[in-house]
């Protein structure tokens, strides 16, 4: 374990993209605590209106002049090479996420060209880190015997996985080809990530959901980690020669859904979840759901693989990035009730 502080970045021509999102918005306000200077590609330029809105909950809007936003089409391998010419430091956060089945193909496929797009971009402009931000969702069981999911564990198979799963998979065997041809490389794997974003999209949804009280809750176990600790950790391990060419988990705990929700309740003063819901109870709800959706033509909300996590468990272990960074993770309960409280602030307005 090592002590590493934010200096060296300072003097680095810093890249970002996906930084208007819940992981890539945080990163951006740390790089800029730490005096650095980003440029952000963004889709479109407007989007530039939400991040300030961001920062100025993060209270960093006050560092908003050391952004350059570059509308980029991220699709679109020469502006991406023009794009990202210079750079010291990528920072690649960007993604499509759903779970909606009838969008598989397509996220399957955006994501993988996306990371085809950023790698061949930082090869051809001669980038000197890629740092790429995936998801334990690229990661397998644990081993035969273990009980902990460590960055060496690799799917069995991808049957039965989500399409944001097999694409974030399918992104970093494309980073692991930039690193082959010479790409400096780091890749982190954040567990299911806690913090204040959109509320109605990404893993903000479940704040909502426990904040109203529920009485069911299904027995799956999951990491959970804070999203300022996502920013931080990914930016100090920039700083670290020998994270080049690794990967890290970032998970600070791995939690039972029910204790989840139970934080997640009592902070709002809410009932508490009291009724455990099987994979019986799930699959007749998906069942329902099915019917009900050849009929309306709604979305469909219980995906098998939505189904799937909600009864599985999955424990992952931090070791490798305590034993990399002299850093300590913010206990989940702690961090479960400052974003609760930040939902609640939010909803009264």
């Known amino acids: 374990?090592?002590?590493?502080?934010?200096?060296?970045?300072?003097?680095?021509?810093?890249?970002?993209?996906?930084?208007?999102?819940?992981?890539?918005?945080?990163?951006?306000?740390?790089?800029?605590?730490?005096?650095?200077?980003?440029?952000?590609?963004?889709?479109?330029?407007?989007?530039?209106?939400?991040?300030?809105?961001?920062?100025?909950?993060?209270?960093?809007?006050?560092?908003?002049?050391?952004?350059?936003?570059?509308?980029?089409?991220?699709?679109?391998?020469?502006?991406?090479?023009?794009?990202?010419?210079?750079?010291?430091?990528?920072?690649?956060c960007a993604a499509q996420v759903s779970f909606d089945p009838e969008r598989s193909d397509e996220i399957?496929?955006?994501?993988?060209?996306?990371?085809?797009?950023?790698?061949?971009?930082?090869?051809?402009?001669?980038?000197?880190?890629?740092?790429h931000v995936s998801s334990v969702a690229t990661l397998g069981p644990a081993?035969?015997?273990?009980?902990?999911?460590?960055?060496?564990c690799i799917p069995d198979s991808l049957v039965g996985l989500s399409a944001y799963s097999v694409s974030k998979f399918?992104?970093?065997?494309?980073?692991?080809?930039?690193?082959?041809?010479?790409l400096r490389t780091v890749v982190v794997n954040p567990s299911i990530v806690i913090g204040e974003g959109d509320w109605k999209s990404g893993s903000s949804q479940l704040i909502a959901f426990g904040a109203h009280g529920n009485f069911f809750y299904t027995k799956g176990v999951k990491g959970y980690v804070d999203v300022r600790d996502v920013a931080r950790a990914t930016v100090l391990l920039a700083e670290v020669p020998e994270a080049v060419g690794q990967r890290y988990i970032l998970s600070a705990e791995n939690l039972p859904f029910k204790a989840f929700f139970s934080i997640v309740a009592?902070?709002?003063?809410?009932?508490?979840?009291?009724?455990?819901?099987?994979?019986?109870?799930?699959?007749?709800?998906?069942?329902?759901?099915?019917?009900?959706?050849?009929?309306?033509r709604h979305k469909q909300l219980l995906s098998e693989?939505?189904?799937?996590?909600?009864?599985?468990?999955?424990?992952?272990?931090?070791?490798?990035?305590?034993?990399?960074?002299?850093?300590?993770?913010?206990?989940?309960?702690?961090?479960?009730r400052r974003v609760t409280r930040a939902y609640l602030e939010e909803k009264k307005r």
């Not at 994501?111 to 740092?131: F, M, R, Y």
């Not at 399918?170 to 010479?182: D, T």
């Open 1 to 92: 374990m090592r002590t590493v502080e934010l200096n060296t970045l300072k003097d680095k021509r810093i890249t970002v993209t996906g930084g208007t999102g819940l992981v890539g918005s945080h990163l951006v306000a740390e790089l800029l605590r730490a005096g650095c200077t980003v440029r952000m590609l963004v889709r479109d330029i407007k989007r530039q209106q939400l991040l300030h809105r961001t920062l100025e909950r993060m209270g960093v809007s006050s560092f908003y002049d050391r952004i350059e936003f570059r509308e980029t089409a991220l699709n679109n391998p020469h502006a991406l090479r023009e794009a990202v010419e210079g750079t010291d430091v990528l920072f690649h």
């Open 108 to 131: 399957i496929v955006a994501n993988t060209e996306l990371a085809t797009h950023v790698v061949n971009a930082c090869l051809d402009s001669g980038v000197g880190l890629l740092v």
């Open 143 to 152: 081993r035969p015997g273990e009980k902990l999911v460590d960055e060496t």
């Open 170 to 182: 399918y992104a970093e065997n494309i980073v692991r080809r930039g690193a082959l041809q010479g």
């Open 266 to 296: 009592e902070t709002a003063g809410r009932r508490l979840p009291r009724i455990c819901i099987g994979t019986r109870a799930l699959n007749l709800a998906a069942a329902a759901e099915r019917e009900l959706r050849r009929v309306t």
């Open 305 to 336: 693989s939505i189904l799937s996590s909600a009864v599985s468990s999955s424990y992952y272990s931090n070791e490798k990035v305590l034993r990399t960074l002299d850093f300590e993770f913010t206990p989940v309960p702690e961090t479960l």
